[in-house]
């Protein structure tokens, strides 16, 4: 069994101790940390089927979630080390009402951070209010909404509208996994993602146009 299967299975079994030594050779080995997060990702992805199914109780839920937090945590300082330049600007991030689905979002701060962005994190279940509210005072060059759920593109929808009607003209991302064209131009963003690399490029892309730091 390779290394790519061993890290899915372990997280998947919620195996905390094989886990982060895997996560620890592949980073010793200099393996793409892109990589080593997608198939972090995808044993999280295992977990939450194996609850959908009743294999896991909501401890098994949360037991995977602080593995995958440990594993941040191990990346977190390569990623850092392999990152130069002053800050890139600042980014107002959270999910979105109705949904609190966090893992991606974790994933995007984790990289905004090593890319030197200022991050807000508002967290899970923000209400359109509070994301107007804290863009007027935190003045970020993108928001970044966040959503997994399908309730979650009506709160995208509303918050953006709301935003446009108190003037906010910060270029909005939206994010998620089961993401599509038609999704976006439903909620009315500026852009989308279905994966965190691709978020923190967009992020780099905008700001590298407005200027806004």
């Known amino acids: 069994m390779n290394k790519q299967i061993q890290l899915i299975s372990a997280i998947a079994e ?3 101790e094989l886990s982060l030594e895997l996560v620890k050779e592949r980073l010793a080995a200099k393996e793409d940390t892109a990589s080593i997060i997608a ?5 999280m992805r295992q977990v939450g089927e194996h609850y959908m199914q009743q294999r ?3 401890s098994g839920l949360i037991m995977g979630g602080e593995i995958f937090c440990e594993v941040m945590e191990l990346i977190q300082p390569v990623v850092q080390c392999q ?3 002053d800050e890139s600007g600042k980014v107002l991030l959270g999910t979105v009402a109705g949904d609190i689905h966090d893992l991606g979002k974790n994933i ?5 951070t090593c890319h030197k962005f200022t991050v807000y994190d508002l967290g899970v279940d923000v209400p359109a209010e509070e994301f107007l509210r804290k863009a007027e005072e935190f003045q970020p060059g993108v928001i970044g909404l966040s959503g ?3 309730s979650a593109y009506d709160s995208m929808r509303q918050t953006i509208s709301l935003l446009h009607q108190g003037k906010c003209r910060t270029p909005v991302i939206i994010g998620g996994s089961q993401l599509d064209e038609d999704i ?13 690399n691709k978020g923190v490029e967009l992020c780099k892309f905008i700001l ?6």
């Not at 976006?184 to 965190?196: H, K, N, P, Q, V």
Request: glycine letters at 10%; hydrophobic letters at 35%; aromatic letters at 14%.
């Open 14 to 16: 919620l195996n905390e």
């Open 39 to 43: 198939d972090c990702q995808e044993g």
């Open 56 to 58: 896991y109780y909501l």
């Open 83 to 85: 990152i130069t330049g």
């Open 108 to 112: 995007v701060k984790m990289l905004l």
């Open 148 to 150: 997994l759920i399908t």
């Open 184 to 196: 976006f131009r439903y909620t009315g963003a500026d852009y989308w993602a279905t994966d965190a």
């Open 208 to 213: 590298s146009r407005t200027g806004n730091h």
